[in-house]
């Protein structure tokens, strides 16, 4: 029994009431016709049901009316609100599900007027961390669509933070569609920077703290960032822009990563042209796995440089681990149950990867890196087995596409890597990323 008093209900509160439109019920209100009262928001249903009762006795009913008017209210409330969840339900149940084969951050189920794209948080896996309704910019907007961020497509004037997703979309032939970039000193594409030179593309400064002034004058239809774990957009956030959060880097496969390029494609109206490229990357990455199956040596290998006080390497769960195995490799740090970078000092990768076969990094510089100019940035490197038996192979970032490519690509750095460690299945091949240091 709520907490009121009788006389409250029957003086000023009774009142108060009177006349109010409330949107409690989910706002559902034809019954409020046939009632000489209606529930104030935020009255809890018991409450409600005491008015009920309260005006019963009022109006000097039986019992039996009473218990009439619980039923009929109770009816049409639930039908009310249940409605639009009924709805929702349905939409859902009639999508048409988009079977992705590696992707586990990635859900796209197609309905007649929108597509419904989800995509779980990298962070914790019991959670959304974002719901997306791509809706064909030339139809009319739906009624009835379900909670998420709508996204008119196909877009034409993006904002795009990372140079991976230029690349991308330069692959599919929507370079047309990218009208803003960030960090372009660090965008090794021609085209775009012609487009900037051209007026095309804005360059709307650094990815951590875009030029805001510039975003608005730009106009986007969409912004495509990378997100992070508790980040925080800033006013970027607060611009009446769809945020496209891309999570791919977070995916665990190189397959899982590059089979994003599908939501990308429908982002721009190319879906048809993304499903043909993925087919293609998926084919050629299988057959490269295969080829090493029958391998009887796994050489060991580990991977990066020393930056600052820490040793930044791969995670076991990363992507750059699942290469590593697919290479017909052990990788020194698979035991690690991460699938991002994991910060270890130098005497701990000192202690594991000592006497590893292969040694494989990645540096940006004007010239390529030598073992003695690897020696002279850090000396203890000397003490690697891979650097005194010369197998230590670079990839200068500086003036190879790696980063712009490698993501979607993944068959690109499979076979480098199986022709590093397994050179006698492919004799005559050229590296096109990594390459033995002088």
């Known amino acids: 029994m709520p907490a009121f008093s009788r006389q409250g209900v029957k003086g000023s509160y009774f009142k108060e009431l009177k006349g109010v439109r409330s949107q409690y019920f989910c706002s559902w209100k034809p019954w409020q016709d046939y009632l000489?009262?209606?529930?104030?928001?935020?009255?809890p249903p018991s409450n409600f049901f005491y008015l009920l009762?309260?005006?019963?006795?009022?109006?000097k009913k039986q019992w039996w009316v009473t218990l009439s008017l619980w039923i009929i209210a109770c009816t049409f409330l639930l039908s009310a609100c249940g409605g639009r969840r009924y709805m929702q339900a349905q939409l859902s149940e009639e999508g048409d599900t988009l079977q992705m084969?590696?992707?586990?951050?990635?859900?796209?189920?197609?309905?007649?007027?929108?597509?419904?794209?989800t995509v779980?948080?990298?962070?914790?896996?019991?959670?959304i961390l974002h719901t997306y309704l791509l809706v064909d910019k030339h139809r009319v907007l739906p009624e009835g669509l379900p909670e998420g961020t709508?996204?008119?497509?196909?877009?034409?004037?993006m904002l795009v933070y990372s140079s991976v997703h230029c690349s991308l979309f330069g692959e599919l032939q929507a370079l047309d569609a990218v009208s803003g970039v960030c960090d372009l000193s660090y965008i090794r594409m021609p085209q775009i920077h012609?487009?900037?030179?051209?007026?095309?593309v804005a360059d709307v400064g650094s990815s951590m703290s875009p030029d805001v002034e510039r975003v608005i004058a730009l106009h986007p239809d969409g912004i495509l960032l990378s997100p992070f774990e508790n980040g925080s957009y800033g006013r970027i956030g607060q611009l009446d822009v769809p945020l496209i959060e891309c999570a791919d880097y977070m995916e665990t496969s190189p397959l899982g990563r590059a089979e994003w390029m599908r939501f990308y494609g429908m982002l721009v109206g190319k879906e048809q042209e993304a499903d043909s490229l993925f087919s293609q990357v998926e084919r050629e990455y299988e057959a490269l796995r295969r080829s090493v199956e029958q391998v009887e040596e796994k050489p060991l290998v580990f991977a990066e440089l020393k930056q600052g006080s820490a040793w930044y390497v791969p995670g076991g769960k990363s992507t750059t681990g699942q290469l590593y195995a697919d290479a017909g490799a052990r990788?020194?740090?698979?035991?690690?149950?991460?699938?991002g970078s994991v910060p270890l000092s130098f005497e701990t990768v000192y202690d594991r990867a000592r006497h590893a076969d292969f040694w494989l990094i990645k540096y940006n510089q004007s010239h390529d890196k030598t073992y003695a100019g690897l020696e002279q940035d850090y000396r203890p490197y000397t003490g690697f087995d891979a650097f005194r038996r010369k197998t230590v192979y670079g990839c200068n970032t500086g003036r190879i596409p790696y980063y712009e490519e490698s993501?979607?690509?993944?068959?690109?750095?499979?076979?480098?890597?199986?022709?590093v460690f397994h050179p006698g299945l492919f004799p005559d091949y050229q590296p096109r990323y990594f390459t033995p240091l002088e």
């Open 36 to 43: 000489p009262l209606t529930p104030a928001e935020g009255i």
């Open 53 to 59: 009762y309260m005006m019963n006795k009022k109006m």
């Open 101 to 117: 084969a590696y992707a586990r951050y990635l859900t796209v189920v197609k309905h007649e007027m929108f597509t419904q794209v």
């Open 120 to 127: 779980r948080n990298p962070w914790d896996s019991t959670r």
């Open 150 to 157: 709508v996204v008119r497509i196909p877009l034409e004037r």
């Open 194 to 200: 012609e487009r900037v030179r051209a007026g095309r």
């Open 331 to 339: 990788y020194v740090f698979g035991y690690i149950s991460e699938s």
């Open 407 to 419: 993501p979607f690509h993944p068959e690109y750095v499979l076979k480098d890597l199986i022709a």
